[in-house]
């Protein structure tokens, strides 16, 4: 689809790293998340866990709601999981420790914008992105396309305005 | 969902092998990175697609086969449903905020916790600005949730 919308760019310029590790990447997420549904019925979104996981610390009664009280623990599980499964993955093929080079601010600015964002929006890349688009959700496919549209343009804007990294 | 007492032994076990895979894929697929987001982003690299798409074919297969073809889980006694949300505006709202915060830091939920398993220590700016934002949304919420009922009762 792409090499059609941009018939003069290459699959070398457009995929300079290739696709498989993209690829065989993606259906690993996907398949964490179906072995946790498979067992559970539990549909594991990732950006939950930032409000379910308040509630331990704070009397605010959104955070404190049954759904949250019921499922931060095993959110907590989850997301120790993805940590631990990045660090297996960083031992065996990255050979130690990688750290990034964008900008503390923008790192911490961009994450408040993300934790306002994925909650006001009932779910994140994984949540709507992953589960949702995998159940052919339209609230998920409507969600996912503003997201994809206003990140595009927001980094666009970031790169035109000069700040690099 | 049954409490904490009445868990089958091999929920939370299975809760973590399931995070292990999706961190390990987050990993393998370089979307802890927020380069290789950004690089997306900035059509630098298209990759990203085949990692969302990858990852929504195997889960759209396993969400078709479970709530067609098997009968509750296991685990819990659940029945196997689709991930279907509700549209509002918050939707396209909730949307929009995050697209300009992704935009701006290449980080998202999955991806920054698993950033943090490869070593990237400077994600937890991100991390606490992600747990800043839940915060302020949620305080934000309540009290307009105060507001509009107090409105309704005076009305």
């Known amino acids: 689809m792409s090499m059609e919308l941009l018939p003069a760019l290459t699959y070398a310029e457009l995929f300079p790293n290739g696709v498989m590790r993209y690829a065989i990447g993606g259906l690993l997420i996907g398949l964490g998340a179906a072995v946790i549904y498979l067992g559970t019925g539990i549909i594991a979104g990732a950006s939950t866990f930032l409000e379910s996981t308040w509630s331990y610390a704070s009397d605010l009664p959104r955070f404190n709601r049954r759904k949250y009280l019921d499922s931060r623990d095993w959110r907590v599980v989850f997301t120790l999981g993805i940590v631990l499964g990045a660090a297996v993955y960083a031992v065996v093929f990255q050979g130690g420790t990688w750290t990034t080079e964008v900008q503390w601010w923008r790192l911490l600015g961009g994450g408040i914008l993300v934790g306002i964002g994925t909650r006001v929006g009932k779910g994140c890349t994984s949540g709507h992105g992953v589960c949702g688009v995998g159940s052919v959700s339209e609230t998920s496919l409507v969600n996912v396309a503003t997201f994809m549209a206003v990140a595009i343009g927001t980094a666009q804007l970031v790169q035109a305005l000069g700040v690099t990294p | ?155």
């Open chain 2, 1 to 155: 969902m049954s409490s904490d007492q009445q868990r089958h032994p091999a929920f939370m076990p299975l809760i973590l092998l399931g995070g292990l895979i999706f961190g390990f894929g987050l990993g393998y697929s370089h979307m802890a990175r927020p380069e290789v987001v950004l690089n997306f982003l900035q059509f630098d690299d298209l990759g990203l697609l085949f990692v969302m798409g990858g990852a929504a074919v195997t889960t759209g297969i396993t969400f078709f086969v479970a709530t067609n073809l098997l009968d509750r889980a296991p685990l819990t006694g659940r029945q196997y449903t689709r991930r279907l949300k509700s549209f509002d505006q918050n939707v396209l709202v909730g949307g929009a905020i995050f697209g300009v915060g992704w935009g701006v830091s290449g980080i998202c939920p999955g991806a920054a916790y698993a950033s943090l398993g490869v070593g990237n220590f400077p994600i937890l700016w991100a991390i606490s600005g992600m747990f800043i934002g839940a915060y302020l949304q949620g305080f934000w919420r309540a009290r307009s949730a105060d507001t509009d009922s107090t409105a309704a009762v005076s009305d």
